[in-house]
């Protein structure tokens, strides 16, 4: 497969016209990183229009996260005493609102799909907060360590991962009453790593060694408590297509990526990057477009002679892989704004 060079879908930033950001007119609009001599940076490109703009965001300790709507942006900044302070913008332009005073101590943040609670890593603990700031709970307390998953798809639960030095399990607990229920059971030497819900918020993915030396990609049925081997290799990431019906992920081949689509009802798993070699290690973290058409991914062009690392789509219908930016510089992590 070759990487192809259409000019109406690559992008050369630098004759980029600027202008203003619309958040409701988010369609197909990507977000990815760039190290600058003052830090990382974050850009935004508009597919539709090619018009990519640097976000007038700083200090950032993360990447910002736009709420499942589109309309409000959650940002972790450094503070002086060495943890991250969260705040929310409901413009790009707009000044920050912050909604926490040296709590969060990990950059890491994940909106509710309802927008009514962001949740955040601090102190080993999970909490969350109101995007006004208003109200915040401690989901978590003890002397083990816990990592926030995600949300299930109807914002009544919360997966976490809890970590106890040779061993690591997974939890649910439920906004609605408080309660923790056990999804996997803690062994020594095992590690569960949450990957994903499923749309239907029935099962969940997780990469595991509890059942083999390696860790595999598996799914667990919450309704009865089954597991059942999806990926025989370790899988860190999966983005689902919009009507849930697919997940692309990638895996590691000989110290290369592959980026593979698994039909959910079907289990047939169709390899998407035949012949494309030019993965950067482990972490290519395909995602899916909001309109369904695209994959996005990080990886090495093999065309630019300094093997900048940029962002490439793959067009689903077509199978033709392209790259968006200009290889002028390297660029990392790229994911969609919601719509």
């Known amino acids: 497969m070759k990487i192809l060079m259409i000019s109406l879908l690559i992008v050369f930033l630098n004759g980029f016209p600027q202008q203003g950001i619309n958040l409701e007119t988010c369609r197909n609009v990507l977000v990815y990183s760039a190290p600058t001599d003052d830090g990382l940076r974050y850009y935004q490109l508009d597919l539709s229009q090619h018009i990519e703009v640097e976000l007038p965001l700083d200090n950032l300790a993360s990447a910002p996260v736009w709420s499942p709507d589109g309309s409000q942006i959650a940002i972790a900044t450094y503070n002086e005493d060495g943890g991250f302070d969260l705040a929310v913008l409901s413009d790009i332009d707009d000044e920050p609102v912050q909604i926490t005073s040296g709590r969060a101590t990990q950059p890491r943040i994940r909106w509710s799909p309802t927008g009514d609670w962001i949740a955040f890593e601090s102190r080993n603990n999970i909490y969350i907060v109101t995007p006004t700031g208003e109200e915040h709970r401690q989901l978590t307390q003890g002397n083990q360590t816990y990592f926030l998953g995600d949300w299930s798809l109807d914002g009544r639960n919360l997966v976490i991962s809890v970590n106890d030095v040779d061993r690591q399990n997974m939890m649910i607990v439920s906004l609605e009453t408080g309660d923790f229920s056990e999804i996997t059971p803690p062994l020594e030497g095992i590690f569960d790593y949450f990957v ?54 990638a895996v590691s081949n000989n110290g290369l990526n592959e980026i593979y689509t698994r039909n959910l009802l079907t289990a047939e798993e169709t390899l998407l990057t035949e012949g494309v070699t030019i993965f950067h290690e482990n972490y290519a973290r395909p995602e899916w477009s909001p309109d369904g058409s695209l994959v996005v991914f990080e990886a090495i062009d093999n065309n630019v002679a300094e093997y900048r690392v940029g962002v490439f789509a793959l067009n689903i219908a077509t199978n033709e892989i392209m790259r968006l930016t200009s290889g002028n510089r390297n660029e990392y992590t790229p994911y969609w704004i919601p719509c």
């Open 196 to 249: 994903s819900w499923t749309p239907d918020s029935e099962g969940i993915l997780y990469s595991t060694n509890r059942f083999s030396d390696n860790l595999s990609l598996y799914h667990i049925n919450l309704l009865d408590d089954t597991s059942a081997l999806f990926v025989d290799s370790m899988v860190v990431s999966v983005s689902w297509n919009p009507a849930a019906t697919h997940f692309v992920y």
